[in-house]
């Protein structure tokens, strides 16, 4: 363990240097959520029956949920790009943890995300949103934020090592903007036909948006929901550990074979 956490400790030195040397993208991913915040709460709030100030209080939590879920999309990425580029063959060269690699991407990411959310939570306060909860349950709210982060970022590294290519893993990431659209990261769920919503409340972005928005205070739980959103704390921790113990031993396992 301790030589895991060594090595997992420099590799998460290596992945924020790559950060800091390419500060475009991660201004982009930073400015992105705001954009959409501004562009959804002032556009699409107006042409709904909620209240515009109202509207952007549900939104604020949603959009935190789908910028989480873009956790994918980096990881798969930042992996394949290695991969691609011989990094990862010359990492498996060396004598290191077989995990470092992958969990010193997954905890640099993490970080960058941490950061990049204080910025949207102050826009999002100049925009009207409010907590209206605990401070204990807006800790709470923003920790089960991060745990779904790292696992959707293990998700991607997965996915990224098995891609080997940063173009296919481009197009593929490209798809997970579905995600939080079958999902009540924008809209509520009880709208939709009878099939449609069952697929969006067992989407696990809804588990968590649901419970963003009971943690802060914004709206209550849906009535008649499927389990997770009927349940979001517990359903959203349970997401977590799923794809944890699905794609963590996936991606070390992926990492340590390579293409064999």
């Not at 970080?111 to 209206?132: C, D, K, N, Y």
């Not at 090592?161 to 893993?169: D, F, G, I, P, S």
């Not at 409340?201 to 802060?216: K, Q």
């Amino acid at each position: 363990m301790s030589m895991l956490a060594y090595d997992g400790t420099a590799m998460l030195g290596r992945q924020l240097l790559r950060l800091r040397n390419n500060p475009g993208l991660l201004i982009l991913t930073q400015t992105m959520p705001i954009s959409m915040l501004l562009f959804f709460g002032y556009v699409f709030g107006s042409a709904l029956a909620v209240p515009g100030e109202e509207y952007r209080s549900f939104l604020v939590p949603g959009l935190l949920v789908a910028t989480a879920s873009g956790g994918i999309m980096a990881g798969m990425f930042q992996a394949a790009q290695d991969t691609h580029r011989g990094v990862t063959n010359r990492f498996r060269t060396l004598p290191m943890s077989r995990a470092a690699v992958p969990l010193g991407q997954a905890a640099a990411d993490l970080v960058a995300t941490a950061l990049g959310t204080v910025p949207f939570l102050l826009v999002g306060l100049a925009v009207g949103w409010r907590v209206e909860g605990s401070p204990l349950e807006a800790v709470g709210a923003l920790a089960l934020l991060m745990l779904f982060r790292f696992a959707c970022t293990w998700v991607g590294i997965y996915l990224g090592l098995l891609t080997r290519n940063e173009e296919a893993a481009g197009q593929l990431g490209g798809a997970t903007f579905l995600l939080p659209l079958l999902s009540s990261a924008y809209i509520p769920t009880s709208g939709l036909p009878g099939w449609l919503r069952t697929v969006a409340e067992w989407n696990p972005i809804s588990a968590l948006a649901t419970a963003l928005r009971d943690l802060f205070g914004n709206a209550p739980v849906p009535d008649g929901a499927a389990w997770p959103v009927a349940h979001p704390v517990a359903g959203s921790v349970l997401w977590c550990v799923v794809l944890l113990g699905l794609f963590v031993p996936s991606a070390v396992r992926q990492y340590a074979h390579g293409e064999r």
